[in-house]
């Protein structure tokens, strides 16, 4: 065993209208304040100016309606920074790559990745990555692999993997499918919105909780 987190890379594909946004803030201010990195580097990017800052509200909302979150971190308008000894901070960006170079990226959280029509925003963190054991970069997408662009290269990636023997796909039942590589995990979820599946929802809590297992 090697101690270190199984995946690097996580994406999640989910129907509109199933608490994304929210999930995406939990996952900020555990990795933020609660994943054991000396001063982590988390960011939530977006590829536009109005699309970060809806990224962003939901956190500042689920900051201001909990104790706990105020006594570990101070919200600014477009940053958390952790209090005491970690020093680390969740910052908002968008789209300027070329300004970001340098960073100790910890954890990324990218939002709504089929709206950006180039991967430079997302590559600029990954390459970031290497600087951290325990780095983890998170997509969360509404959109399946019929859309053009960056997100369909990085879905086809898993397929590809599948095909060649380097990976796994698993139908969990009818709306959940995994793929698995060596570092990578990608999970598609497809309950549509006018259905409640609770074993649907239960698989897919399981798997997200998969981010926090170390080898």
């Known amino acids: 065993a090697t101690g270190l987190r199984r995946w690097r890379e996580f994406v999640l594909v989910i129907p509109r209208g199933n608490g994304k946004s929210a999930l995406v803030s939990a996952l900020g201010?555990?990795?933020?304040?609660?994943?054991?990195?000396g001063a982590p580097e988390v960011y939530s990017s977006a590829w536009g100016e109005d699309q970060a800052?809806?990224?962003f509200e939901p956190a500042k909302l689920m900051w201001?309606?909990?104790?706990?979150?105020?006594?570990?971190c101070q919200k600014y308008?477009?940053?958390?920074v952790a209090k005491g000894a970690k020093k680390g901070y969740w910052n908002l960006v968008s789209k300027v790559a070329h300004t970001k170079q340098g960073k100790k990226t910890h954890a990324l959280l990218n939002d709504e990745y089929h709206v950006h029509p180039k991967p430079d925003l997302r590559d600029t963190f990954i390459k970031g990555m290497h600087k951290r054991k325990q780095a983890l970069a998170i997509d969360v997408t509404t959109e399946g692999i019929e859309r053009s662009g960056p997100l369909e290269d990085l879905q086809f990636g898993f397929r590809d993997?599948?095909?060649?023997?380097h990976g796994s796909i698993e139908q969990v039942h009818e709306f959940l499918q995994v793929f698995r590589t060596?570092?990578?995990i990608m999970v598609r979820w497809g309950v549509p919105r006018d259905r409640e599946d609770v074993v649907a929802f239960d698989?897919?809590?399981?798997?997200?909780?998969?981010?926090g297992v170390h080898q």
Request: proline share 2%.
């Open 182 to 184: 060596s570092r990578k």
């Open 53 to 55: 800052k809806a990224v």
């Open 64 to 72: 201001d309606a909990s104790p706990r979150l105020q006594a570990i």
């Open 77 to 80: 308008s477009k940053a958390f």
């Open 29 to 37: 201010f555990y990795l933020l304040c609660m994943d054991g990195e």
């Open 203 to 211: 698989d897919l809590r399981d798997l997200v909780g998969q981010i």
């Open 161 to 165: 993997a599948v095909e060649l023997g």
